[in-house]
């Protein structure tokens, strides 16, 4: 039988042949793999745990947080401060930055992360999954300590980005920049093992994800490709196209990476001030890195997100990720106009 290569092993393995894991990125990943594994035991446990339902609390985009929502936040700030490889951490469940505090050492790394994306479907026993985004902490010269700004660098910055993905499997997916790995959770061994390395999105595919309610809402070159797949065989595709919208990006994204398929989050006119609903630094950045390291490709509609300027630690934007010659040929109707 093939023998089982753990995280750990993995990870060190990375770094004796290329060096592309410094020993305090590598202790960053396995202190965010074991916090994946408490939100798994948590997520599992569901209603006997006490932890579905509404915390009674907003975040800083105003959503109504889960209870899960704060364990997840919670878990990974008490398992990231004590290691001595963070400087600070940002998350969507909080409104500015998280210092490492004082009494422990400051790593060279910033962490970044969606505790638990896709809250809506927790208590509805749906895919939910962590998300996370690592980023070196800047030599700002200022001499102080880390700043909110530090974090506004483009997604092309990032030298770790992974989700772990809580479904049937609890599933932890990984790229530093040598394509993508994922690994299975072996409940029985506490470990995550390698089950699937050097991933590969195919190019074409007939499946689209998008939130179909929102159809009169979108743009014109986002109606025009929609209608066209669902014109089918008979329309200028030539060819059916299937539709999922799992509500949960990590789920999504995880369904892409396995068989192909094409990720819409655009730009619409219901709130026109916002660039979409999905965030930048935490959501779409580490997605579109994961998918550009398996062979795709991921576009606000015009640019590429990993070279997008942040403004804003929790700024918004439109996201269409996946299959490279969907997303070219979606982000050509757009810079077509
Ligand atoms: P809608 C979950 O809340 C999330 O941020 C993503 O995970 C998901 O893709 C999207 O929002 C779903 O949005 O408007 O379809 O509920």
Redesign the pocket.
């Known amino acids: 039988m093939a023998q089982k290569i753990s995280l750990t092993r993995y990870l060190v393995e990375q770094q004796r042949s290329d060096g592309s894991i410094p020993s305090q990125l590598r202790l960053l990943l396995e202190v965010v793999a074991r916090a994946c594994k408490s939100i798994s035991q948590a997520v599992n446990k569901g209603a006997l745990g006490g932890v579905l339902g509404s915390a009674e609390s907003e975040n800083v985009q105003g959503e109504v947080q889960k209870k899960l929502d704060i364990i997840a936040n919670e878990v990974l700030i008490e398992a990231n401060e004590w290691g001595g490889h963070l400087a600070a951490m940002a998350s969507e469940e909080m409104d500015s930055i998280h210092l490492v505090p004082n009494r422990y050492p400051q790593g060279e790394y910033l962490l970044l992360f969606d505790p638990l994306?896709?809250?809506?479907n927790i208590d509805v026993n749906v895919s939910i999954g962590t998300i996370f985004s690592v980023l070196k902490k800047p030599e700002n010269g200022h001499g102080q300590g880390v700043q909110e700004s530090d974090f506004l660098q483009a997604g092309n910055k990032q030298v770790a980005a992974g989700y772990c993905i809580y479904g049937p499997q609890t599933t932890l997916v990984l790229t530093v920049g040598n394509g993508v790995a994922m690994f299975t959770l072996d409940r029985e061994q506490g470990s995550f093992i390698l089950t699937q390395e050097d991933i590969q999105i195919p190019a074409d595919t007939k499946e689209f994800a998008i939130?179909m309610s929102n159809q009169r809402h979108w743009a014109e070159p986002v109606q025009r490709y929609i209608g066209e797949c669902l014109a089918g065989k008979e329309g200028p595709r030539g060819k059916d196209f299937n539709m999922r919208?799992i509500?949960?990006?990590?789920a999504?994204v995880h369904r892409i990476l396995m068989r192909g398929g094409v990720f819409m989050?655009p730009w619409d006119k219901r709130e026109p001030e916002k660039a979409g609903?999905?965030r930048l630094m935490y959501?779409a950045n580490p997605m579109s890195w994961i998918v550009e390291q398996a062979g795709g490709a991921a576009t606000n509609g015009t640019d590429r997100i990993l070279d997008l300027a942040p403004n804003k630690l929790h700024e918004r934007v439109a996201v269409v990720l996946g299959s490279k010659n969907e997303v070219e040929r979606v982000t050509s109707y757009h810079t077509a106009l």
């Open positions: 994306d896709g809250s809506s939130n919208w509500a949960s990006m990590v999504d989050y609903k999905l959501e």
